[in-house]
């Protein structure tokens, strides 16, 4: 046992306790401050009653003290004495966040920041203790859609020491990768025996009023669009970017376009899921189809540098990048909702059976609520309800894993109380039985 001091208004009073008892709160550490970042932020305010203490850190502080306002403006922090405290770091610096992770005892370290800082971000982590969550898979700057799959490039080749040092991380832990990782997993749990096919379905059916712009970076946005890396009959087929599409009717959008593409959480449920096929479905507006297809075919996408006539070096997608609205200026005009979930099908008893598990996202009422857009929200709120977990000891698992290894129960109950619920699950039946709904609680 060691001694807990309590600060009380006649003095400290010495607490004993055993190490590991819940009476510890975790201190935090929130790396990033774009917009994914600043709906976190908001997120930890909300629920700064179950952590120690909270620290948001990039490259720009002024970026970190303009989501604290933010968060002031919207009256968000649950206990009023315990804030965050802004703060700059060089992400890619291992030697300084293993420095920073030190000095504020951080047990938990949400990465926020660009997915190009990954590695530096869990090197740190391992190095110092402290648990890692992330919310999309690392990328090398001069690469782009590496072979398949994904995860074994970098992150799960750091497994066996994660698990030697007891180190927690969570991969991929937003909304896809992430939500839709868990509901394969709680499908799995509760509504099937065996798995033919999971389609994640990803649209969001709202307008921001500009011209052209991206819901997130847009760098990595156009990086996921070189070509599409799909799991087919337990095999990994490439295709074409945009060449096959199909219409789906959601729930509350309505008939939506979708097209095949890449994405992270193929990568990890094509090997821990023991389905048929795995595939990602995102949906494009044909005005956005029609811009990209322009911007590539000139040579603005373009991860590799060119020089201008006048001798600059430049990225042809960073000045892209620099030209397009930023993601977080969005906001305050979006309008509309977005539609996420997996289209499960397989068996269960015997019987084919197919299911649709989704969430339903608004953009206004995530303005009204945290100055974000529906983007950014879905991919913040799960990031912070699986640090929750690992602070709660739910998931604090002493080794590395993606979403759909970890129990989905509590993450998807934790989930309908902050912000996200899972609405409606629909079932269907073989043998001419009729289909049923169930509201997942």
């Known amino acids: 046992m060691h001694e807990v001091y309590i600060m009380s208004r006649k003095g400290y009073i010495i607490v004993f306790k055993k190490e590991g008892s819940t009476l510890e709160k975790k201190n935090v550490l929130l790396i990033g401050a774009g917009g994914v ?66 000095k504020l005892d951080i047990s938990i370290t949400i990465n926020l920041a660009s997915a190009f800082c990954n590695m530096s971000i869990l090197e740190a ?45 969570i991969l991929g832990a937003g909304f896809d990768p992430g939500v839709v990782n868990a509901y394969a997993a709680y499908a799995k749990k509760h509504y099937f025996d065996t798995i033919d096919t999971i389609d994640i379905m990803d649209v969001n059916a709202g307008s921001h009023g500009k011209y052209f712009a991206t819901n997130f970076d847009p760098e990595i946005n156009f990086r996921e669009f070189h070509k599409v890396w799909t799991y087919i009959d337990r095999q990994w087929v490439e295709k074409a970017v945009h060449a096959e599409k199909m219409v789906y009717d959601f729930p509350v959008v309505g008939k939506q376009t979708v097209y095949l593409t890449g994405h992270d959480e193929i990568h990890s449920l094509s090997k821990n899921m023991d389905a048929n096929s795995v595939r990602f ?102 990031a912070v309800a699986a640090a929750i977990l690992v602070a709660k000891g739910d998931w604090d698992v002493k080794k590395m894993v993606n979403v759909e290894e970890l129990d989905p129960d509590p993450y998807i109950e934790l989930l309908n109380n902050i912000g996200l619920p899972t609405e409606t699950i629909k079932v269907s039946y073989s043998k001419k039985r009729s289909p049923k709904k169930a509201s997942n609680k």
């Open 281 to 382: 479905w995102m949906g494009f507006s044909d005005h956005y189809i029609n811009v990209f297809t322009v911007l590539k075919k000139i040579g603005l996408l373009s991860e590799h540098p060119v020089k201008t006539a006048e001798g600059l070096e430049v990225v042809p997608l960073k000045v892209v990048k620099a030209c397009l609205p930023d993601p977080k200026t969005l906001a305050p005009d979006y309008t509309g909702n977005t539609c996420i979930g997996d289209l499960i099908k397989g068996t269960k008893d015997g019987r084919k059976k197919e299911l649709f598990i989704y969430n339903v996202c608004d953009h206004k009422a995530c303005y009204e609520e945290v100055e974000s857009q529906a983007i950014s929200y879905t991919a913040a709120v799960p």
């Open 125 to 169: 982590c391992i190095e110092t203790g402290s648990a890692y969550i992330d919310t999309a898979i690392h990328e090398e700057p001069n690469k782009v859609c590496e072979n398949p799959p994904w995860y074994e490039n970098y992150e799960w080749k750091r497994k066996n020491r994660c698990a030697e040092k007891q180190i927690t991380a």
């Open 37 to 102: 970042a600043h709906v976190a932020a908001h997120k930890l305010a909300q629920n700064n009653d179950l952590f120690g203490n909270m620290y948001i850190a990039s490259r720009s502080l002024e970026a970190c003290n303009a989501i604290l306002e933010s968060i002031e403006r919207k009256n968000n922090y649950k206990d009023i004495s315990n804030k965050i405290i802004a703060m700059t770091i060089d992400a890619l610096d291992v030697a300084e966040l293993v420095k920073l992770i030190k």
